[in-house]
């Protein structure tokens, strides 16, 4: 693998010098110009997705290059040959970086720690967040001291913000202005190629152009293209002081930008990270913006340098960014629970030593409770840049401290009858009964994104950190925001935390960012026996990319760019979300159980259980008839009863009894009783009532002898009872001829 690598890193390193040959004869400033529409510019529709996703890190690469060449060439056009050429080099270089080999490794190395994987990351992502959501964090968190940072640096980070937007918009309204001249150009030569290929007579410069293009549409691409970089070099490049900003800007104030996240021709030689300077200063003083999102996420970390150097506002400024953190997570957490279950700011008896100890905010929502801690600890880019210690901080600061405060709070509630925790500026109390608790769920909050660490614990274990092998459900605030956004139940906000948790000591791995991994999710509710694999299959490694998309349409949604908004819908059978709207309804603990263990359910059971509650809730039963099937896996078994309304009476204690009889039939530790009303009237609920039961099984000489003598079990549909050799239609999942043949006349 080892010599792999290495040949890719030669040949990006033959590319890069054939890159920089090319450039030596090109106006790069042009190029440069003219790159940044092509790469970064697309109709919403062509941006969902990861075919856009190397084009950041291809247009850095570009730069870096082309920065010290530019005064080159100055006014020679590029064309589309060019340009093309110079972006299949980008690549080859990209491509050479993504997969260089770590010092000191060996050749059977597999590049699969944590370290090399974030590495890797970091070569081609770009952006921690969408830009609206950065762009909040700088104004209202660093945007609350703009005055100090007036003072120190000659701008404010709401000044800064501005600007980066404006370019954004003066860059929109250039194309806008002239996409009309870029397409009538390539409707031209789409044309003149058209009516060269059917002219009999052709002179040397007609058969020339015939020869250049493969169809058509190539010509018509390159008409459209020649023409934008015959423009854009032109109208793009602008002096910062010249958009048209709220206030006038001033010389200092561009200067101080242009020197806070800016690279020029003079200082591209003192930069280690072009990426780490996104505002490209052309000799003119003019400026082309690179990739929005990333540039802001350098601007957040510029202006948090500037305030590390002043220790005693630096404190005042992280007990406000802190504030912010715990504030806005309770915000995005109301989506989902009711605000009478969030709690804020917590105070509570200290279970290992004297006096009180702190807890961000505590949920209690049935026999559930959340414990979070808000970190807004700063996650370095050198930390995904291979600095392994300070990967080992950051980490340590931002999700294991905030793990040992909420277990240090789970702790109180497990040693207490009844623990009680205070809030702080209200005084509002949150008691909990530790014995009416079903599941607590540790969370670690972190201000930013995390570069798919969150999702990966596990392999922190490397690092030295979660030495015991247990770990948090681990999120940062933009992905939170996100994902609250989304309408999703209590429940299934609960569940997913579940499953992630569960991935995390998986047999096989599972890779993918937390807003590729809840599509996912509400997909297959990350259950391998869920996804269409075939059974004998087997994986070490399940890769999740693209399922992002539908956050990326609900990001531009939101922005006006896209007409629908995206459905993030759970994907069960319809007579399942029924139920589980049912049982929303209801919204007793109970409910909550039943929901949860349905969740925990296979497809192949959903299917089956959906089916027989269609077959059942449509039968016509005389009184005092039920109906019953049953359905169950290693853990839980689902019994259906169903009757008419004339026997409504009887309906809850036989499907109280079923349920019970069926859990010890199949030896599971829980059971699900629902009960149905058969043909009921349109418009009504013929959910009737849901039984669960929990506790682990024990051999019952009662119930054996009630197995034994129960009265013959006859399918609802005698057309699906199965060949002796299949699988029972009773649920039991033994064979038939093992099962229920012998108990049917």
Request: hydrophobic share 40%; charged share 25%.
């Amino acid at each position: 693998m080892k010599d792999i690598f290495l040949k890719l890193a030669d040949q990006a390193e033959e590319a890069e010098k054939e890159l920089c040959e090319l450039m030596n004869s090109m106006d790069t400033e042009a190029l440069l110009s003219s790159m940044i529409v092509q790469l970064l510019s697309a109709p919403a529709e062509q941006l969902i997705g990861d075919r856009f996703g190397r084009h950041p890190a291809l247009l850095e690469i570009l730069a870096v290059n082309a920065i010290p060449r530019f005064g080159l060439n100055i006014g020679k056009q590029v064309n589309l040959f060019e340009s093309n050429k110079c972006y299949s080099l980008a690549e080859k270089v990209l491509i050479g970086r993504m997969r260089r080999v770590p010092e000191n490794s060996n050749p059977s190395d597999k590049l699969n720690t944590l370290s090399d994987q974030l590495l890797m990351h970091s070569e081609i992502v770009r952006g921690s967040a969408y830009p609206e959501q950065t762009r909040k964090e700088i104004d209202e968190i660093q945007g609350h001291f703009d005055s100090w940072f007036k003072s120190k640096i000659g701008i404010t980070p709401s000044k800064a913000t501005e600007i980066i937007f404006l370019l954004i918009t003066h860059m929109e309204s250039i194309i806008n202005s002239n996409i009309l001249e870029f397409i009538d150009s390539g409707n031209k030569y789409k044309h003149d190629f058209e009516a060269l290929k059917n002219k009999k007579k052709l002179n040397d410069t007609e058969k020339a152009f015939l020869e250049t293009f493969s169809d058509a549409k190539s010509a018509g691409v390159f008409g459209y293209f020649s023409k934008l970089n015959e423009i854009i070099p032109k109208l793009l490049p602008i002096h910062i002081e010249n958009l048209a900003t709220k206030e006038t800007t001033s010389k200092r104030e561009a200067d101080a930008l242009k020197k806070l996240i800016g690279v020029s021709k003079e200082t591209i030689n003192q930069i280690t990270e072009i990426q780490r300077f996104p505002l490209y200063i052309l000799n003119a003083g003019e400026v082309i913006l690179s990739e929005v999102s990333n540039c802001l996420d350098v601007l957040w970390d510029s202006f948090e340098v500037i305030a590390k150097c002043d220790e005693k506002f630096y404190q005042r400024y992280q007990k406000y960014k802190s504030k912010w953190l715990e504030d806005q997570a309770s915000i995005f957490l109301e989506r989902i629970f009711p605000s009478t279950s969030i709690y804020k700011s917590l105070d509570y008896q200290n279970p290992d030593k004297d006096g009180t100890a702190e807890l961000d905010i505590a949920i209690k929502w049935g026999p559930f409770v959340i414990l979070v801690e808000a970190k807004a600890k700063q996650f370095r880019f050198e930390s995904m840049r291979g600095d392994t210690g300070r990967l080992r901080s950051d980490l340590k600061n931002n999700i294991e401290e905030a793990y040992a405060q909420t277990l240090r709070a789970a702790k109180f509630i497990n040693l207490s009858e009844n623990a009680v925790f205070t809030e702080r500026n209200t005084g509002r109390k949150l008691e909990i009964n530790k014995e009416s608790i079903h599941k607590v769920y540790p969370i670690s909050l972190s201000l930013h994104h995390l570069a798919g660490v969150a999702t990966q614990l596990q392999k922190t274990c490397e690092l030295g950190l979660f030495k015991q092998g247990y770990f948090p459900f681990s999120i940062c605030i933009a992905d939170l925001d996100c994902i609250t956004k989304t309408n999703i139940t209590p429940i299934i906000f609960l569940h997913y935390i579940e499953r992630r948790l569960t991935l995390l000591h998986a047999s096989e791995e599972w890779l993918g960012e937390e807003l590729d991994l809840f599509p996912a999710y509400l997909d297959c509710r990350l259950d391998i026996k869920n996804m269409p694999i075939e059974s004998d299959q087997t994986f070490d490694t399940l890769t999740f990319s693209g399922y992002s998309e539908k956050f990326e349409q609900l990001a531009m949604y939101e922005r006006g760019e896209f007409k629908d908004k995206p459905n993030f819908s759970l994907k069960v059978p319809e007579q399942i979300l029924e139920l589980l709207q049912q049982l929303q309804i209801w919204d007793d603990d109970w409910a909550k159980f039943i929901s949860f263990a349905l969740l925990d359910l296979e497809n192949e059971i959903l299917n089956a259980l959906n089916q027989a509650i269609i077959d059942i809730k449509s039968s016509e039963i005389k009184p005092g008839v039920f109906r019953r099937c049953s359905f169950s896996n290693k853990e839980t078994v689902i019994s259906v009863v169903g009757s008419s309304e004339a026997s409504l009476s009887e309906l809850v204690n036989r499907t109280i009894y079923r349920a019970q009889i069926e859990k010890y039939r199949r030896k599971v530790n829980k059971s699900i009783g629902i009960g149905i009303v058969c043909n009921k009237r349109k418009n009504k609920s013929v959910f009737h009532n849901m039984q669960y039961i929990e506790y682990d099984w024990e051999e019952n000489n009662e119930f054996n002898e009630v197995i034994e003598n129960e009265p013959v079990f006859l399918p609802i549909d005698r057309s699906k009872i199965p060949g002796r050799n299949e699988p029972c239609f009773c649920g039991s999942g033994i064979k038939f001829k093992k099962c229920c043949l012998n108990r049917i006349h």
